[in-house]
Every structure is written in C-alpha cells, then in structure tokens.
C-alpha cells in the first residue's frame, strides 16, 4: 500500500503540493499534479520525467527528494551527468506508477 506525505522543505516544514509516495521498494516524487521521479530502492536507479527541471521551485524540491531519499546528490550538475551517463533514465510520467 502507498504511503503519501508532503516532502520537508529546507525550513523543517512540510512543503506545499510537494508530495514523496513510497510504495515498496520505491519512491515517487511528485508536485502539484506532475510525477517527476522515481528513485528504486532496490535496483539503486532513479527514473525521471521531463518535468525535473520544469521550475525553480519544483528543481528545489526535487533536489530535497534526492538528497533525503537517494544515493544521487541533488545538484543540476549530478543530474546532467546521470543523464548523460545512463545512471539516471529520461521516462514519460506514464513509467512511472504506484
């Protein structure tokens, strides 16, 4: 069964419309509507959709999620290189799913 709770922002408060969803051995970061990302516990693989760098605020959340939930530092330049080194994979928001 999913478990869904608001991410912590930088303050110590849980951040608006910004939503981790764990199921299992995975972990999904959402904003507002958008699945973004999906981190796999178990296969140590972080999944992303086009909406990671789709504006500062969800890019800051998104950053969080890595850095509290993942092995991936959550930096832009970490990301890139993930990308362009296949440790991180490009999927469309219907890969993803709890």
């Known amino acids: 069964m999913a478990k869904v709770k608001n991410i912590i922002n930088n303050n110590g408060n849980p951040a608006v419309n910004q939503f981790v969803i764990t ?3 995975k972990v999904f ?3 507002y509507d ?3 990302a999906m981190w ?3 296969a140590r693989k972080l999944y992303v959709t086009r909406y990671w760098d789709y504006s500062v ?3 800051k959340h998104f950053y969080i999620f890595l850095n509290d ?3 991936v530092r959550g930096t832009r330049d970490a990301v890139l290189q993930g990308l362009k080194d296949g440790t991180i994979e490009m999927v469309s928001e219907e890969c993803l799913s709890y």
Do not use: A, E
């Open 34 to 36: 958008s699945m973004v």
């Open 29 to 31: 970061f959402q904003s």
């Open 40 to 42: 796999d516990k178990k």
């Open 23 to 25: 199921d299992g051995d």
């Open 69 to 71: 939930y993942t092995s």
């Open 57 to 59: 605020t969800t890019r």
